[in-house]
C-alpha cells in the first residue's frame, strides 16, 4: 500500500491557502486511489524538540565515525523517532506558504531534526552529498503574499521558498518533485478566482499523477 506523508507548514490550519491547495490535490488523488495511506503532520500541532547541543554532538559523532555516549545515544534516538515517520512514506505533500522569502520556521525545524547523516544522506568528501530516499515522490503547494514568479525581483521578494525545499529533497534523494502555486496572494486583482484556478491546477496534477 502506499503511503503519503502530508506535512502541514502553516499553523492557519483550513484558512491557509496553502493547506487548502494541498487538500484539493490530496482529495483529488485520493478518488483516484482509494486505498492510498494518508498520514497527516500538523507540524504546529506536533511536539518538536530542540536541535540542542547533545543532538548537535551526536550528530558531529557520527560524521567524525565514533560511538555515541550513552547520552548522545538518547538524543540520536529521538532524532530517529521523529525521521522514520518521513523515512515511512512513499510520497510527500508538503504545504507552505513564503515566509520572509523562505518557509515557516516551524517546517524548518522539523528538516533540521530529521536530515541527518546516515539517516537521510551519506557524505563523500570526493563526491559531496548522496540521498538515502530512493522511489520517492514529492509534491509541493506554495503560496506568498507579494512574491510570485513573474513578479519582479528582488523588489517583490526572492524565492528562498521553493528553492530552498526542491534543494533540501534533492539532498536526501527526492529527485521526482511537483510545484503547485497560487502568488502573489495580496496582489492580486481578483484572489478568490485565482485560488479556485490553483485549485482546479492542484487535482488537474492528482489526475496526471494517476494510480500509485
Request: with cysteine; hydrophobic share 40%.
Amino acid at each position: 500500500m502506499t503511503k503519503l506523508l502530508f506535512l502541514q507548514g502553516s499553523p492557519r490550519k483550513g484558512e491557509s491557502q496553502s493547506v487548502q491547495l494541498a487538500r484539493a490535490y490530496l482529495e483529488a488523488l485520493c478518488d483516484i486511489n482509494p486505498d492510498l495511506e494518508v498520514d497527516t503532520l500538523e507540524l504546529w500541532d506536533t511536539d518538536l524538540p530542540a536541535f540542542d547541543g547533545d543532538k548537535a554532538a551526536a550528530k558531529m559523532t557520527i560524521l567524525a565515525g565514533e560511538q555515541h555516549t550513552e547520552k548522545q545515544c538518547t538524543a540520536w534516538d529521538e532524532i530517529l523517532a521523529i525521521a522514520d515517520r518521513f523515512i515511512a512514506a512513499d510520497r510527500y505533500l508538503i504545504a507552505s506558504p513564503m515566509w520572509n522569502s523562505g518557509i515557516p520556521y516551524r517546517l524548518k525545524q522539523y528538516i533540521d531534526l530529521i536530515h541527518q547523516p546516515n539517516v537521510l544522506w551519506t557524505l563523500d568528501p570526493q563526491t559531496g552529498y548522496h540521498g538515502l530516499l530512493r522511489d520517492k515522490h514529492a509534491t509541493l503547494t506554495l503560496t506568498s503574499g507579494v512574491y510570485s514568479q513573474q513578479a519582479a525581483t528582488p523588489a517583490f521578494g526572492v524565492d528562498h521558498h521553493s528553492t530552498y525545499l526542491r534543494d533540501w529533497l534533492n539532498q536526501a534523494g527526492v529527485t521526482i518533485v511537483d510545484e503547485i502555486r497560487f502568488q502573489p496572494t495580496m496582489l492580486s486583482e481578483n484572489p478568490a478566482e485565482d485560488l479556485k484556478k490553483a485549485r482546479a491546477q492542484a487535482v488537474e496534477l492528482a489526475h496526471s499523477h494517476g494510480r500509485i
